[in-house]
């Protein structure tokens, strides 16, 4: 798309009123996008058509932002009832950034309540559906993002991630969800500068697409004093990397986790394809044991600290999952806090000592296939019971708790619903890890495999 509007062979204009088409056309049935701003689009479109540099990095590119992005003028709701109207008064810095980079804003995608939990739905705007299969769900908390993206009514999209929530969509939409490294995407105008839990991400149908997307979000910003010093061009060139050779540790199960037997048989699969193509494929993982408390802690505080000032009537009109998790967070005592640096800061070096004999560590994305878009979670898996509404994605929190960059990947079907692989790379090795992605991307191709809902509606 971007080569065709450089050369002038198709405008913006052209590009966002087929987009427009397609949203209008599918988004009645998937429920991705929320919020539109069609007429303000245009505008820009007709403006970026006028320009005669053509160098902007997304340039005429359509884009919708996560609910949970605060877009000035434009409804940011949160998918919370009280805020269903809200009108923030600034934009998002990544928002910002993409707009500035040329992205033509379409309008916003669902999310759970406030991004709490792998699955897409709210009171405001109800559920968003499966492309692949409409009875299923998209997963969360990006998963607005990830169906309009696996339904082709948007190229690239940002979402974010604490437990999952570029991940998990990701997988459940064969899409590519990237969680970067902490201070590679800076965070604001309001989020805390310190913590490095939640992240921002770019994701596409591409590994590319990503990469792309990332050159824009990445890049230091003198208002984030963690961020790091590295430009975001640096990311958008992904130069071949060879499987051959590759060390590459695999697990089924990250050494603990309760897998659906499909989710495994397409894991496994795929890493035969990377034992094809001449890397070295090992059966390993680090002991993660300590991750579940660990991420309790800090989801807990983070809980606990965002809405502290909730009075008691907004506290009310929270949903249970979000209350459980404040009760939670109120709950812990300093020694808990203690315990959870010293644990993870020995969980963090024994994963620097794993990465010295692999070049990437690859696992499920997540656990079970897409479920039935009137759960809302789920409460059991391989006959083992779930304790609470998260405990069913610990296939990512785990890995978040790491710190390390990570990508979902397709990596096949059962059934007819997608399957996602994390590739996981040592600390601060993002553009390592989309090169790699890539590699794998080239030879597994199953981005390429469309939802039906799209052949139904040529």
């Known amino acids: 798309m971007l080569v065709l509007l450089r050369k002038r062979e198709l405008s913006c204009r052209e590009l966002l009123e087929a987009h427009v088409a397609q949203i209008e056309r599918l988004n009645p049935k998937i429920n991705a996008i929320v919020t539109t701003t069609f007429e303000s689009a ?37 998918g919370f009832p009280p805020l269903a109207n809200f009108l923030p008064k600034h934009d998002a810095w990544i928002v910002s950034r993409m707009r500035n980079a040329g992205a033509v804003m379409v309008g916003k995608t669902n999310v759970p309540e406030f991004g709490a939990g792998s699955h897409t739905f709210n009171r405001v705007f109800g559920a968003t559906r499966n492309p692949y299969d409409l009875t299923r769900t998209v997963g969360g908390s990006s998963g607005g993002a990830a169906a309009a993206l696996a339904s082709r009514i948007i190229p690239i ?24 490294s902490a201070g ?18 770019p994701m596409a149908r591409t590994v590319d697409d990503v990469a792309l997307l ?11 004093p963690r961020a790091l010093d590295t430009p975001g061009s640096e990311f958008k060139e992904l130069p ?43 059966v390993d993982t680090p002991n993660l044991a300590d991750g579940r408390r660990i991420f309790h802690i800090l989801r807990g505080i983070g809980f606990r ?22 009760d939670a967070g109120n709950a812990l005592q300093l020694e ?27 696992g499920p994305t997540t656990q079970v296939m897409p479920f039935p878009v009137e759960v809302d979670w789920v409460r059991e898996i391989e006959g083992r019971q779930m304790s609470n509404y998260i405990e069913w994605m610990e296939s990512c929190s785990l890995i978040s708790i790491t710190g390390l960059p990570t990508l979902s990947l397709p990596a096949g079907f059962h059934s ?3 399957v996602g692989i994390q590739v996981i790379a040592p600390i601060r090795q993002d553009h390592f890890l989309l090169r790699v992605s890539k590699a794998m991307e080239s030879v597994t191709n199953f981005q390429a495999e469309q939802p039906q809902l799209l052949e139904l509606n040529n």
């Open 240 to 282: 071949p990397v060879s499987l051959k050779g590759l060390k590459v540790a695999f697990s089924e199960d990250f050494g603990l986790l309760p897998v659906e037997k499909p989710v495994r048989e397409a894991i496994s699969s795929f890493a035969a394809i990377l034992e094809r193509e001449g890397a070295h494929v090992c």
């Open 214 to 224: 990332f050159s824009v979000l990445a890049g230091p910003d003198s208002r984030a």
């Open 157 to 180: 999209a940002d979402g974010s991630d604490t437990g999952g929530s570029l991940r998990n969509p990701a997988a459940f939409c064969n899409v590519v969800g990237f969680r970067p």
């Open 336 to 362: 808990d806090l203690e315990w959870a640096m010293a644990a993870r800061s020995n969980l963090v070096n024994q994963i620097i000592e794993f990465f010295l004999n692999y070049d990437v560590w690859i």
């Open 42 to 78: 245009l505008q820009t479109a007709i403006e970026l058509d006028s320009k005669s540099k053509l160098d902007k990095a997304l340039f005429g590119l359509p884009v919708a932002h996560k609910d949970l992005l605060s877009t000035k003028n434009i409804r940011t709701t949160y």
């Open 184 to 201: 590679r995407v800076p965070q604001g105008p309001h989020a805390d500068p310190w913590t490095d839990l939640s992240q921002l991400g």
């Open 305 to 326: 600290k965002r809405f502290f000032n909730f009075s008691a009537n907004e506290f009310k009109e929270l949903k249970q999952t979000i209350r459980w998790n404040i």
């Open 416 to 418: 007819g619903l997608p």
